[in-house]
């Protein structure tokens, strides 16, 4: 057993010389994962500056209001006052005298076509004129008859009742041949003029030159549409809703003129919320100046009831780039800090409310365009 012992034990510390010996070959370092290299980046938000200042510094200040809520939109035509153009007379066009976007008069002639259905039509004014005096004989036939007493009372009125039919049909087919555009009915020509039902815009053309034209059951030729007064159509989000009311005024900006507000009446919320955006569309009325168009984007605020503290800022110290708005700030040692801000709406004396991205107190550089043109040459 002793020897057992022994034997064993020398085979345990030969294991640790043998280990011993491998670390020395391996080394104090080797196998250790390489060192973290640290790059500097620079920051792209600062700015150095030889003589600041030369960009005088203003001081952001409390300003208290209504709460606001800002939706994005498009100018839309007012459903109510948009009148097709309809053709009655199926045929081929032949000339079109309007195009998509032209401001039309009403009774302005449109286009004409070339229809049969003015033959058709008048051909059957034709046999019921001939019907009508043919009857009309008749009747002063049978009254003389009447008269002698060679007819009974229900001969003549059988005849009045003839006669009366036939005078009716003429008027019917007389009014078929007014209707389908022929105003001449001794010599309807078999070409249709159409006109403008009302005066306003083209905003819809679905008519082309030789183009056919099936009547009351194709596309209407033409729309259009009285801007005096158009539809703002926002995304509202189903958690600012609360902020929308019926009746009540939004302030409307056009991104093509964004120095000019409009002020507008909410007239609709929409009943029915989009399922994938969670948006409602709320509809705001607006006066058409001359230069809202259909198609155009909008800015629209809504004010709510509730006060609430932003700070304000010269509307010249908001820099807007790349639709993001952007303040400079003093950082120190010559350089300035460029901060991301959420502007408000445009308030007296030149000043612009900013939501958020600075404190009341904060220095920013007064004229934020000159200090950029300044920092890029």
């Not at 006052?81 to 009774?107: F, W």
């Not at 629209?300 to 993001?324: C, M, N, S, Y």
Request: glycine content about 8%; some cysteine.
């Amino acid at each position: 057993m002793k020897r057992e012992r022994i034997a064993i034990s020398s085979v345990f510390l030969l294991g640790l010389l043998m280990a011993g010996c491998g670390d020395e070959k391996l080394g104090p370092n080797e196998g250790a994962p390489p060192a973290l290299k640290v790059q500097q980046v620079e920051d792209r938000s600062l700015f150095a500056v030889e003589h600041p200042n030369q960009f005088p510094l203003t001081k952001a200040v409390e300003h208290t209001a209504a709460s606001t809520l800002r939706a994005t939109g498009t100018v839309n035509p007012d459903i109510n006052r948009s009148v097709p153009v309809i053709s009655i007379a199926a045929g081929r066009v032949v000339e079109i005298k309007a195009r998509l976007g032209d401001v039309v008069e009403k009774g302005q002639l449109l286009l004409r076509v070339q229809s049969a259905d003015i033959a058709g039509a008048y051909s059957d004014y034709q046999k019921a004129v001939a019907d009508e005096q043919l009857t009309k004989t008749q009747l002063e036939r049978a009254q003389l008859l009447y008269d002698k007493g060679a007819i009974s009372l229900n001969d003549l009125q059988v005849a009045q009742d003839t006669d009366a039919k036939a005078k009716v049909d003429v008027k019917t087919t007389a009014e078929k041949l007014r209707v389908l555009g022929s105003a001449n009915l001794e010599q309807p020509s078999g070409i249709v003029d159409i006109n403008a039902p009302i005066s306003g815009v083209i905003t819809d053309q679905q008519v082309t030159n030789a183009a056919g034209v099936a009547g009351l059951g194709s596309p209407n030729p033409f729309t259009i549409s009285d801007l005096s007064y158009v539809w703002i159509l926002c995304d509202v989000y189903e958690n600012d809703l609360s902020n929308v009311h019926l009746g009540e005024k939004a302030d409307v900006r056009l991104n093509a003129y964004p120095d000019k507000i409009f002020t507008g009446t909410i007239s609709n919320i929409g009943p029915v919320l989009d399922p994938n955006l969670r948006t409602s569309k709320v509809r705001i009325e607006v006066k058409n100046p001359g230069i809202m168009r259909p198609g155009m984007f909008v800015v629209a605020t809504f004010h709510g009831q509730k006060l609430e503290t932003h700070v304000a800022v010269p509307a010249r110290a908001i820099l807007h780039l790349q639709d993001r708005d952007w303040v400079y700030i003093p950082a120190g040692d010559k350089k300035f800090r460029r901060v991301e801000v959420k502007s408000g709406q445009m308030l007296p004396g030149d000043m612009q409310e900013v939501l958020s991205g600075i404190p009341a107190g904060q220095e920013v550089v007064s004229n934020a365009l000159e200090f950029q043109n300044t920092v890029q040459q």
